[in-house]
Nanobody, 124 residues
Framework: QVQLVESGGGLVQTGDSLRLSCAASGVTFSSYSMGWFRQAPGKEREFVAAISANSRSTNIGASGKDRFTISRDNAKNTVSLQMNSLKREDTAVYSC?????????????????WGQGTKVTVSS
């Protein structure tokens, strides 16, 4: 049984930094790419970042360019999202997902398993 558990969300102020983590179990973690997506109230799910299985390739969505960094530790089965210079529009529930592929894809249809998410609220 695949489980993805996110952590690290919370209430922060604009300009702050936050690091989200996702712990995976029940999957051969090192074989698949991982991604982060977010969904704000009343909005559609949005791609945030992805990292290939071997960490050689990352893909950052437009909203996080120059502010967000994704990394993974295959020895610990974890993937992290470092978010800097947070803005109010970053407020959302952030979910990690395991892709069925090894490449760092932004296509949500290529992700097989999803976590429940962790809430990030950015206030001014």
């Amino acid at each position: 049984q695949v489980q993805l558990v996110e952590s690290g969300g919370g209430l922060v102020q604009t300009g702050d930094s936050l690091r989200l983590s996702c712990a995976a179990s029940g999957v051969t973690f090192s074989s698949y790419s991982m991604g982060w997506f977010r969904q704000a109230p009343g909005k559609e799910r949005e791609f945030v970042a992805a990292i290939s299985a071997n960490s050689r390739s990352t893909n950052i969505g437009a909203s996080g360019k120059d502010r967000f960094t994704i990394s993974r530790d295959n020895a610990k089965n974890t993937v992290s999202l470092q978010m800097n210079s947070l803005k109010r529009e970053d407020t959302a529930v952030y979910s990690c997902a395991v892709s069925a592929y090894s490449i760092a894809t932004s296509d949500p249809s290529r992700y097989a398993y999803w976590g429940q998410g962790t809430k990030v609220t950015v206030s001014s």
